[in-house]
C-alpha cells in the first residue's frame, strides 16, 4: 500500500480531536490504518480530566497496535480490547459511567496478502475502490437515521432524543467505555485482488459529499487520487468560507475537524 493522509483541526485555537495513524509491517505485505474522530461534548463537565484529544489518541493507538499485531483477532474484538485498555487508563482518575465520557467514531481497516477487513462505528467512513473503479461506500447510517427521526420531534425535544439513543438499543453507538459496542460496528472482508483503493474520512471531510453536494463518493475518491488528502480538506474548507453561518448547508459546526486518508495498493 501507498498512503496519504491529512488532518487539520476546525478552529486553530482548539486542539484536533481527530486521531490519524497507519503501521505497515516491513515486509510490506500487509497493514492497518486507524481514524476516529472524537465527539465534542457540550460545554461544561464530561466526568474525564482528560480530555477528547487524550482519548482519541489513546484508544487509536491501541486499535492500531491490536489490530496490527492480532491479525487472527477479529478487528470488533481488537476494537472491544483497545475500548478496555483505554478505559483501564483513567478509571481510577475519571467518572468513565458519564454519558458524555470521552468517544469517539471509529474506521479501522486491516489488509494481508489475501484479504481486507474492515469495521465502521458511527458517521466515519470508508470507501473502497474495486478495480473495476467502482467506488463502494461503508457507511454505518445509524446515527442518520436517528437525527432524521428526531427531526419530527419539538425543537425543545430534539437534542434530548438524539442523546438518549447514544449507545442505547435501537439508537446509534461511539467508542467510550464499553467495550460491548465494538460488536455493534459494521464489519466486513473482500478480497485484496479485488480493491484498488481505500479512502478513510471522518465527518469533518465527507461533508463535501454529504453536506455540500459538491459530488458523489466516485467523485470525491476522484478528488482524492488527484489532489491528496489536503487538496480534500482545501476544497472542504473552502466550501465552508462559502457558506460562513451555515445557511445554504447547515451543519452543527460551521467548520469541524476533518480527517482523511488514501491507501493506494499499487494494482
Given at each position: 500500500m501507498?498512503?496519504q ?15 490519524c ?15 476516529l ?5 457540550p460545554?461544561?463537565?464530561d ?8 482519548f ?27 475500548i ?7 478509571r481510577?482518575t ?16 486491516r ?5 481486507v477487513?474492515?469495521l ?7 470507501l473502497i ?13 445509524r ?7 428526531a427531526?419530527t ?63 458523489d463518493w ?6 482524492l487520487e ?11 474548507r ?28 499499487g494494482?
Amino acid at each position: 500500500m501507498y498512503i496519504q493522509s491529512a488532518t487539520e483541526p476546525g478552529d486553530s485555537g482548539h486542539p484536533n480531536e481527530d486521531f490519524c495513524a497507519t503501521a505497515q509491517p516491513a515486509s510490506g505485505h500487509g497493514g492497518a490504518l486507524v481514524l476516529l474522530d472524537g465527539v465534542t461534548p457540550p460545554a461544561g463537565d464530561d466526568g474525564c480530566v482528560h480530555g477528547v484529544p487524550w482519548f482519541t489518541a489513546r484508544l487509536g493507538g491501541a486499535l492500531l497496535e491490536l489490530s496490527g499485531s492480532l491479525t487472527d483477532v477479529p478487528l470488533s474484538e481488537c476494537l472491544a480490547r483497545a475500548i478496555t485498555r483505554t478505559a483501564a487508563s483513567h478509571r481510577t482518575t475519571c467518572e468513565l459511567s458519564h454519558p458524555r465520557t470521552p468517544q469517539a467514531t471509529v474506521v479501522c481497516a486491516r489488509w494481508s496478502e489475501h484479504t481486507v477487513e474492515y469495521l465502521v462505528l458511527c458517521d466515519t467512513v470508508l470507501l473502497i475502490r474495486h478495480q473495476d473503479g467502482t467506488v463502494r461506500p461503508v457507511l454505518d447510517d445509524r446515527l442518520e437515521q436517528v437525527l432524521a427521526a428526531a427531526r419530527t420531534a419539538p425543537p425543545g425535544g430534539r437534542a434530548a432524543r438524539v442523546e438518549g439513543l447514544r449507545n442505547a438499543p435501537g439508537g446509534f453507538f461511539t467508542a467510550a467505555a464499553d467495550p460491548a459496542v465494538a460488536h455493534r460496528a459494521v464489519t466486513g472482508t473482500v478480497p485484496r485482488a479485488e480493491v484498488r483503493a481505500l479512502a478513510a474520512l471522518t465527518d469533518g471531510a465527507s461533508r463535501w459529499t454529504e453536506v455540500f453536494r459538491l459530488g458523489d463518493w466516485t467523485r470525491l475518491f476522484g478528488v482524492l487520487e488527484e489532489a491528496g488528502p489536503h487538496g480534500l480538506i482545501a476544497r472542504v474548507r473552502a466550501a465552508e468560507r462559502a457558506d460562513p453561518a451555515g445557511t445554504v448547508h447547515p451543519r452543527g459546526k460551521i467548520h469541524d475537524d476533518a480527517s482523511a486518508l488514501l491507501a493506494l495498493t499499487g494494482g
